[in-house]
């Protein structure tokens, strides 16, 4: 008797609360860098630092499913990699994210 193969893992789990943040991307060197604040007020005032900073060139393990963007790459300020999990408000939006944050992966 044949069986079918069970499906592969997913690449990522996703488990906890969504919480809203504003993202950006900037040029920091020869690197760009997403950064993520509690609100665009935040983003826009120069004394308020990132939430937290993601550097762009280091994502892998990229994919998009389900309306969630998921993707690992190296969280500078925790100093560590980290599995990122964002949505947004319309597929749209999200899927400009995902050319946008793919653009500058290697």
């Known amino acids: 008797v ?10 990522f789990t996703c488990t906890g609360s969504w919480q809203k943040r504003y993202f950006t991307i900037v ?27 993601c550097e762009l060139e280091t994502v892998n393990k990229f994919e998009l499913k ?7 790459a190296f969280q500078t300020n925790k100093e560590r990699n980290k599995e990122w999990f964002l949505k947004a408000d319309s597929e749209e939006e999200l899927e400009a994210w995902a ?4 653009e500058f992966a290697d």
Do not use: T
């Open 2 to 11: 044949l069986s079918p193969r069970p499906p592969s893992p997913p690449l």
């Open 27 to 53: 040029q920091a060197g020869n690197q760009h860098v997403m950064q993520y604040y509690k609100a665009e007020a935040d983003a826009a005032n120069e004394e308020v630092l990132p939430q937290g900073v």
């Open 66 to 72: 389900d309306g969630i963007l998921a993707f690992e």
């Open 99 to 102: 050319k946008k944050i793919e």
